[in-house]
């Protein structure tokens, strides 16, 4: 006997599109002015900063579209669990445009060592200083939906990359004022790239581990089977799946063994506690009479 139920229309990405949409306009309006000045100042700093705002641009919009196509009727009857992974997609899509902007600053800057660069640090300051501004007010706006939708922290986590390239922008400018060397320049561009780096691949790895179906972050396997062990009338549990569909939806399966104790009694129950202790409002359970009357799958 299984039990199940659907998925609400409403979901963490979806209610946080407004914050999307807003840092988009904020972020896609600077990318044009800090480009111009960038290529005007000759500056890589300002310009890797750039580069970070063209991936902030496409990964807001990539976030954007995947909300859209999350809650999107499907009229095909497929896709069993609607389009909700589209949102994970875009978090990857994120992870690829960080990596390939701190590799193309790491190459450049490498490639400038030891050659004579004339950089103007008036611009660098100026629009490093209103670049950050943009950025804090994209911060803030997906900050409240970062600790909810994965989506949505793909989308906070490479504004912070951009973030941390504008106070480097900043920095940069401030020290090749000061020092009049170039290499000030060319040595924060590295090191932003370095941090981009590192936060591409701790998002990479949740990513991943959606994708791979591990089990949700933070859920022990062996702790959701002894609870579902100690469910009145529960005398096995076996086939135990857990996994993330997309951020704020948990899904798990198992085959529990009751013997005489009615369904209804053990399905409600078990459900109760997957909600209640670990956050899981999907879940298909199937009740058995007997342990030798489920076959174990090979795999």
């Given amino acids: 006997m299984g039990a199940g139920h659907g998925h609400g229309s409403s979901h963490a990405g979806g209610r946080h599109r407004w914050r999307l949409a807003v840092a988009f306009g904020v972020i896609a309006t600077f990318?044009?002015?800090?480009?111009?000045?960038?290529?005007l100042s000759g500056s890589l700093a300002l310009l890797s900063d750039a580069g970070h705002m063209a991936a902030d641009v496409v990964a807001l919009g990539a976030a954007l579209a995947a909300t859209r196509i999350a809650v999107r009727r499907d009229r095909t009857g497929l896709r069993?669990?609607?389009?909700?992974?589209?949102?994970?997609?875009a978090s990857g899509l994120v992870v690829l445009l960080m990596l390939g902007a701190a590799a193309y600053v790491g190459v450049t800057a490498l490639s400038r060592i030891g050659e004579s660069v004339e950089v103007d640090a008036g611009p660098m300051m100026v629009v490093g200083a209103l670049g950050?501004?943009?950025?804090?007010?994209a911060l803030v706006l997906l900050r409240g939906g970062a600790?909810?939708?994965?989506?949505?922290?793909g989308a906070y986590l490479e504004v912070v990359a951009d973030t941390v390239g504008s106070v480097g922008v900043i920095a940069a400018g401030v020290l090749v004022a000061v020092t009049g060397s170039a290499w000030w320049d060319t040595g924060v561009a590295l090191a932003v790239a370095v941090f981009v780096t590192v936060r591409a691949v701790l998002l990479g790895r949740e990513v991943l581990a959606v994708l791979g179906q591990h089990a949700p972050s933070g859920m022990v396997p062996?702790?959701?089977?002894?609870?579902?062990?100690?469910?009145p009338g529960v005398q096995e549990v076996h086939d135990l799946h857990l996994w993330t569909l997309t951020?704020?939806?948990n899904v798990a399966t198992a085959h529990l063994v009751a013997g005489s104790t009615p369904p209804d009694a053990v399905l409600g129950a078990a459900r109760t506690v997957l909600l209640e202790r670990f956050g899981v409002d999907h879940a298909t359970l199937q009740v058995e009479n007997d342990a030798s009357d489920c076959r174990e799958l090979s795999w």
Avoid: P
């Fill in 80 to 89: 069993t669990y609607g389009s909700y992974r589209a949102e994970i997609f």
């Fill in 247 to 249: 951020s704020g939806m």
């Fill in 31 to 39: 990318f044009v002015v800090e480009l111009v000045a960038g290529l």
């Fill in 132 to 137: 950050l501004l943009a950025n804090l007010v």
């Fill in 147 to 153: 600790g909810e939708s994965l989506n949505v922290k």
């Fill in 222 to 231: 062996a702790d959701v089977e002894s609870a579902l062990a100690q469910v």
